[in-house]
C-alpha cells in the first residue's frame, strides 16, 4: 500500500514538472485575419445648379481695324452641370452690363460714340474634369445691345438703339477651392454678322465666382 501511495505521488509530481514544458511547446493556433475593406477616395461631383458672378474686359470691334471699343464688363450666371464619369455637361444663361465704348472726335464739339452696353450668352457646355480641375468648351446664342450717338456743334444730333443677335464660342477652366465654391477664368468670342453694312464682333476675358447647390462630394472605391 506504501509503495502504491509513492508511485502515485511520483508520477503526479512529474506530471506538475513536464506540463509547463509541453504547454510552452504547444504552438497557438494562427490569429484569424480579415481583409481590410478597399480605400474610399472622395471625389469632386460638378453636378447640380449654381450661380455666380463675373468680371473682366472686352473689346467690340465695328467694321474696321480702327472700328473697335473696349472696356470694363460685370455680370452674373445661373447653369446647371451633370458629371457622367469624368465627362462634364451643361446649360447656362449669363447676363452682362458692359462700357465697351469708343470715341471719334475732330473737336470737342463734335464727335461720333459707339458704345456697347450690355449682352446675354445663352450656351451649352461640354467639358472633362481632373477632380476639382473642369477644362470645357462652351457654344450658343448671343444677343448685344449697342449705342451709337453723334453730336455736331456741341448739339445731339441723333442717337439710336440697336440689338443685334449672334452667336459664341469660348473655352473655360474652373477651379473647385471648397465643397461648394468654385473660381475659373473663360473667354469668349461673339460674332454677329453685319447689320447696315457695319459687321461686329465681341472678345471677352473673364474671371468667374461660383456657389454650387447640392452635395459636393462622392466616395468611389
Not at 484569424?32 to 472622395?42: I, N, V
Not at 467690340?60 to 465627362?87: E, H, I, K, L, M
Not at 455637361?89 to 464727335?111: C, I, V
Request: net charge neutral; aromatic share 14%.
Amino acid at each position: 500500500m506504501k509503495k502504491s501511495l509513492l508511485l502515485a505521488s511520483a508520477s503526479l509530481a512529474a506530471w506538475c514538472l513536464v506540463s509547463p514544458a509541453l504547454a510552452a511547446d504547444m504552438r497557438a493556433p494562427a490569429p484569424s485575419y480579415k481583409a481590410p475593406m478597399p480605400m474610399m477616395a472622395a471625389i469632386y461631383d460638378w453636378s447640380g445648379f449654381y450661380i455666380g458672378i463675373n468680371g473682366g474686359g472686352g473689346e467690340s470691334r465695328f467694321g474696321g481695324g480702327d472700328g473697335s471699343a473696349s472696356g470694363g464688363t460685370v455680370g452674373a450666371q445661373v447653369g446647371y452641370r451633370w458629371q457622367a464619369t469624368n465627362w462634364v455637361f451643361g446649360l447656362e444663361a449669363q447676363g452682362n452690363w458692359a462700357n465697351f465704348e469708343r470715341t471719334w472726335a475732330t473737336d470737342p464739339d463734335n464727335y461720333f460714340t459707339a458704345k456697347t452696353d450690355s449682352f446675354g450668352l445663352f450656351t451649352g457646355q461640354v467639358g472633362y474634369a481632373w477632380n476639382t480641375v473642369l477644362l470645357y468648351v462652351k457654344g450658343g446664342g448671343a444677343v448685344v445691345s449697342n449705342k451709337w450717338q453723334q453730336v455736331v456743334d456741341a448739339d445731339l444730333a441723333w442717337s439710336s438703339n440697336e440689338t443685334r443677335w449672334g452667336g459664341t464660342v469660348g473655352v473655360g477652366l474652373d477651379v473647385g477651392f471648397s465643397p461648394n465654391w468654385t473660381i475659373g477664368v473663360e473667354y469668349n468670342h461673339i460674332f454677329l454678322g453685319s447689320k447696315d453694312d457695319v459687321r461686329q464682333d465681341v472678345d471677352m476675358g473673364l474671371v468667374r465666382l461660383n456657389y454650387r447647390f447640392g452635395g459636393p462630394l462622392v466616395a468611389r472605391y
